[in-house]
């Protein structure tokens, strides 16, 4: 592919540049290697349905993992982690480094053979050969990360590389556990994953306070919202700060610096004006998504103290926040990468309100008020449900839209 001038081209990795094209025209041919977004999305949404489906039947003993597989509740964690958001990742920072450099990382049999290796890995750790999923996991952290710096090198982006710095870090927790894994070793085998998660709320956080007031002016008619300079680092910094206070400092303190990053996260969200773009789904569902995250980081202070499971912040970032802001870009950029309209259908919108609902039923079944086994049983299962059909209903709107060449004409 060739490259264009440097001076055409942002050089801020987390913008997105967003096709308006305004009609539709007949698609031919097979499109689903030619960017990253495209086969990772749809695995992605594949895979997150189907292993929360077969996360319910654990749960419920109807189906079980292999006796040479990891524990279930190990499973769980660590595949929505790895398994789903980092694919998601994957396929947005395939996708963005392409666009903003005008090299290809990787297009047809390459990005095919990155694919296949995180697939494989998927399926390795169902059927608990763990060593074969530890070396798939592992050559696809390796082969995404060779790509992504292939581009930056050539492309002379030198300010991007802490993202590419941010995917070592995965990678490198996957390793780990894996290692633990392997080792036989159960305890804090969920540290890697935990910390991982955190690494994600980091990227929601600095990606956010990027895109989201963008994509808020740009979507809804005479809003101006209310960003000073000062949230670029202290947004980051507080929630950084937070993060680490929650793993290594005492719980008064970890409290105290929780709360602090919660309402300056809180304080940002407000001057995005949230309650102005209700009538406008592409955005509201970003918005939605933000506000879990000074809701998780209240709870993790909460969860310091001892007052509430540790399980409820992470579901409340997990489900609600990632889960809403991963499903507002995989519609919004699939949309714009396929040379359609930013416009939400009834599909983006069923999609956005099973997440939502799918979160706070989550968070509900963690809540320390009292509830039978039964009540939280039921919570389970409704959350779990919504969100595979909601990312089933994903499926059945882009798949055909993915698979197919953009409909402008354009590469991609």
């Known amino acids: 592919m060739k490259s264009v001038k440097k001076t055409s081209r942002p050089s801020n990795l987390l913008s997105i540049k967003e096709s308006q094209a305004r009609r539709e025209r007949p698609m031919t041919g097979f499109g689903l290697w030619r960017l990253g977004f495209r086969p990772f999305y749809l695995g992605a949404a594949l895979f997150s349905s189907s292993a929360i489906l077969l996360w319910l039947g654990l749960l419920s ?8 597989s990891i524990n279930a509740v190990s499973w769980h964690a660590h595949e929505m982690v790895f398994g789903f958001a980092f694919a ?47 070396a798939s996991d592992i050559t696809f952290s390796l082969l995404l990360i060779g790509a992504l710096f292939r581009v930056f090198w050539q492309s002379k982006l030198w300010k991007n590389l802490p993202i590419l710095g941010l995917v070592v870090l995965m990678s ?37 306070g990027r895109i989201i007031p963008n994509f808020t002016q740009n979507g809804v008619r005479g809003i101006n919202v209310w960003k000073p300079s000062i949230f670029i680092i202290a947004t980051p910094t507080s929630t950084a700060l937070a993060v680490i206070a929650w793993f290594v400092l ?11 990053a919660a309402s300056i996260n809180l304080v940002r969200w407000l001057g ?14 970003l918005q939605l998504g933000y506000l879990w995250i000074p809701i998780a980081l209240v709870l ?15 579901h409340a970032l997990a489900v609600g926040g990632m889960g809403l802001i991963i499903a507002g870009m995989i519609t ?54 919504l969100w595979s059909l909601g990312f089933l209903t994903y499926l059945y709107r882009y798949t055909p839209w993915l698979s197919r060449p953009r409909i402008d004409g354009n590469p991609g």
């Open 61 to 68: 003993g109807v189906f079980s993992l292999p006796e040479t």
């Open 250 to 260: 005492p719980p008064r303190l970890a409290f105290v610096l929780c709360v602090i």
């Open 332 to 385: 919004r950029t699939a949309m714009g990468h396929t040379g359609r309209q930013i416009v939400a259908s009834r599909f983006e919108y069923t999609f956005f309100v099973l997440v939502a609902i799918s979160g706070v039923l989550r968070v509900s079944a963690s809540m320390p008020i009292h509830l039978t086994p039964y009540h939280i049983n039921w919570l389970l299962l409704g959350s779990g449900l």
């Open 172 to 208: 490198s927790c996957n390793a780990w556990f894996y290692i633990k894994a392997t080792s036989n070793e159960t305890i804090n085998l969920l540290y890697p994953v935990e910390i991982t998660l955190f690494v994600i709320l980091q990227l929601l956080v600095v990606m956010g």
């Open 272 to 285: 995005w004006k949230p309650w102005l773009t209700l009538k406008h789904p592409m955005v509201w569902v």
């Open 300 to 314: 993790m202070g909460l969860e310091a103290l001892g007052i509430v499971s540790r399980s409820l912040p992470i």
């Open 88 to 134: 998601i990742i994957a396929g947005f920072l395939l996708t963005a480094s392409n666009n903003w450099t005008g090299i290809l990382p990787a297009a047809g049999l390459p990005l095919a053979m990155i694919f296949t290796t995180w697939l494989l890995a998927r399926l390795f750790i169902i059927l608990g050969n763990i060593w074969l999923a530890a």
